[in-house]
């Protein structure tokens, strides 16, 4: 066992949980962020091309693009927040000069406002390092852990390449894990298990938003590319090769699912300008990866394709956040990134890559700043540390659980179209599933992390589906067959709690963006 | 997912494992690298970008392993190309790979077609 001690512990090195790490040093306090792999290439920005919400502080120009959000917000989303968040990320962005090299466009205007994936966490994690923090990379988190008063007081887990345990005393707790797409195709998004909110739900967190968990993203079949931006030119054609009317646009995702559900759809890009076919290689350098290695030319060829669904990732839902500090429920437990639920800026539609990745840096800032700030305050606890007795510590050999979990999580006939009746059965096989991952057997697995996946995707699964049910009603991407309008007696922020017991509360909006 | 390790490319150094982001490889007694974990690829092609030497080639297929050939997939040139389109290492200063992430304003604009103004 690897005992550390630390003043701000960060669990998740990607968008969020570099710039948590930052800000807490910044405070001056001593700040160590685990990562299950390696922060730099963990997580899902890590091998995207994050744009930001990024506009200029011009008279008006902030107004309209909230209102903009509002607009698709159904109600749900707060002003507020919308505001702090294109404040911070229009401050912060330039701050990483040196660190990221920010290129010119031909006018020689430096372009902040999108960074290439790998590059920009290779330069946070420079930037956290050079501010002082420990990074500890292949240390997956497994379990808070709770003084003898209950109080949250660091986590534990498994180094898992170095071989044994590891356990972190903190003062507090930033949970920058991600979200979760359950084990999809979506490209890096196989770190992003939902860990984070299993860990917090043991100590007594609430999530919000969960309803909001039905994105989904098109790419090459096969493929984990889920880079949409050239699709946007695509010609899409049935098995018989007859064109489908598949229009860029809001109703992209769902006309393009309706036609999966009828079988194979084939994509075509002719319609990219030959001057963009030259660039992309340039713009988006991973994207042209599976057509080149597998003989096809995008351009010219029809190719199969397929939506890989993003769960709470490109989601809404995660843990509520009740101050400006983006602390939880539980005291001393912040959330950031994906995380956190993104309900209080999206509302009940995907922020979309902007939205969401001004969310990651600024709530990460956020975060960071606030629980170096609790953890400098508090006397650092010195006596024996617990677990909260969560489900799937004792490694199990329930690897088929997965397969379970998808079947219900991943289809589009379940979860982007959504119904009642088959929620409800999909919520039976899930605690089914549940009941399983609490008996796991013990085994002899070398791999703890493996079983404790499988509890957090159990879990949030169950969250996702307990809130769909619970919002008997169409708003956003939440769309349901026999509820097909949006209901006023519905506007109103879901939260789900519990582990074992599943349980929620609809809170009116007023409550939104309140301070304890 | 990953697929081939070219141990005559390979210097050893150990990048690979440290940046993969679910442990796929692992290093052997030899301290040369080794797909330890094929199942655990999310085929997300980091192992690659941060290989200086070009040893590593990650198949497209994220669902299945394909057995390509190695001599085959070095004769068509698929070594090193994410890295060398990400202007990474010895391409920084290649003009031919500048960063031009920044397009795809311009790009998504297009696609709606909006006129462009001031973008390329």
Redesign the interface.
């Known amino acids: 066992m690897t005992e550390l001690t630390c003043d701000v512990l960060v669990i998740g090195g990607g968008l969020a949980g570099t710039w948590a790490a930052v800000a807490a040093a910044r405070e001056g306090v001593r700040v160590i962020l685990v990562d299950?792999?390696?922060c730099?290439?963990?997580?899902v920005t890590?091998?995207a091309?994050p744009?930001h919400w990024w506009v200029p502080p011009t008279p008006g120009a902030r107004e309209a693009a909230i209102d903009k959000r509002l607009g698709t917000a159904y109600g749900l989303a707060d002003a507020r927040w919308m505001s702090r968040i294109i404040d911070t990320t229009w401050t912060s962005l330039p701050t990483l000069s040196g660190y990221y090299?920010f290129?010119q466009?031909?006018?020689g205007i430096t372009?902040y406002?999108?960074?290439?994936g790998?590059?920009y966490l290779r330069g946070m994690r420079r930037l956290a390092l050079d501010n002082g923090v420990t990074i500890l990379?292949?240390h997956p988190a497994l379990e808070l852990l709770r003084d003898d008063q209950g109080t949250v007081a660091g986590a534990r887990g498994w180094r898992?390449?170095a071989g044994g345990d590891w356990q972190v005393r903190a003062g507090a707790v930033v949970l920058a894990s991600g979200g979760c797409a359950f084990l999809s195709?979506l490209?890096?998004?196989?770190?992003n298990t939902g860990d984070g909110y299993l860990m917090a739900a043991e100590a007594g967190a609430e999530l919000s938003g969960m309803e909001f968990s039905s994105y989904y993203c098109i790419a090459?079949a096969?493929?984990?590319?889920t880079r949409s931006?050239?699709y946007?030119?695509g010609e899409y054609f049935d098995a018989a090769d007859r064109p489908l009317n598949i229009a860029?646009g809001p109703t992209f995702t769902e006309s393009l699912a309706k036609a999966l559900l009828n079988g194979p759809v084939y994509c075509r890009l002719n319609r990219v300008?030959a001057q963009?076919r030259a660039?992309l290689?340039?713009?988006?350098?991973?994207l042209m990866?599976?057509f080149?290695?597998?003989g096809i030319d995008p351009y010219r060829d029809r190719f199969p394709v397929t939506l890989h669904p993003e769960g709470t990732i490109r989601g809404v839902g995660g843990l509520r956040v009740i101050d400006d500090d983006c602390q939880t429920t539980v005291p001393g437990v912040f959330a950031a990134g994906d995380a956190a639920s993104r309900e209080l800026i999206a509302g009940a539609t995907s922020g979309g890559g902007a939205q969401n990745s001004a969310w990651a840096l600024s709530s990460g800032q956020w975060a960071g700043r606030g629980a170096a700030r609790l953890a400098r305050k508090k006397p650092l606890h010195r006596g024996a540390l617990q677990g909260f007795g969560g489900a799937g510590l004792t490694p199990g050999c329930s690897s088929p659980l997965i397969r379970r979990i998808q079947s219900e999580v991943h289809p589009l006939d379940k979860n982007l179209f959504r119904s009642g009746t088959q929620l409800e059965r999909s919520l039976r096989e899930l605690d089914n599933v549940w009941d399983h991952v609490r008996e796991a057997p013990r085994a002899a697995d070398a791999n703890p992390l493996r079983t404790r996946e499988i509890a957090a995707m159990a879990a949030t699964a169950r969250w996702c589906y307990s809130a769909a049910v619970q919002r008997n009603e169409s708003r956003g991407m939440h769309q349901r067959s026999d509820a097909p309008q949006q209901n006023p007696s519905f506007d109103a922020h879901l939260r789900v709690y519990g582990v074992d017991q599943v349980q929620s509360r609809f809170d009116p909006l007023s409550l939104q963006g309140q301070t304890p | 997912m990953i697929e081939l390790i070219y141990h005559d490319l390979c210097s050893g150094c150990g990048k690979c494992?440290?940046?993969?982001?679910?442990?796929v490889l692992a290093l052997n007694a030899q301290a040369r690298p080794l797909i330890a974990d094929q199942g655990?690829c999310?085929?997300?092609?980091?192992c690659e970008?941060?290989c200086v030497s070009d040893a590593l080639y990650?198949?497209?297929?994220?669902?299945q392993p394909r057995h390509p050939d190695p001599v085959a997939v070095r004769e068509a040139g698929?070594l090193g190309?994410?890295r060398r389109?990400?202007?990474w290492d010895e391409w920084a200063d290649d003009p031919?790979?500048?960063?031009?992430?920044?397009?795809?304003?311009g790009?998504?604009a297009?696609?709606?077609g909006v006129p462009l103004v001031?973008?390329?």
Not at chain 1, 222 to 225: A, D, H, T
Not at chain 2, 96 to 105: A, G, K, L, T
Request: hydrophobic share 25%.
């Open positions: 299950k792999g390696y730099g290439t963990s997580g890590a091998t091309g744009g090299d290129p466009d031909e006018r372009q406002r999108g960074l290439r790998p590059e990379d292949h898992r390449q195709r490209l890096g998004s196989h770190t090459a096969g493929s984990s590319m931006m050239v946007s030119f860029t300008p963009i660039q290689p340039s713009i988006q350098p991973n990866l599976p080149d290695r597998r | 494992v440290e940046v993969c982001p679910t442990n655990a999310q085929t997300c092609f980091m970008l941060y990650v198949d497209p297929d994220c669902e698929l190309q994410y389109d990400s202007g031919r790979h500048r960063n031009e992430h920044w397009r795809m304003d790009v998504f297009l696609a709606r001031g973008k390329g």
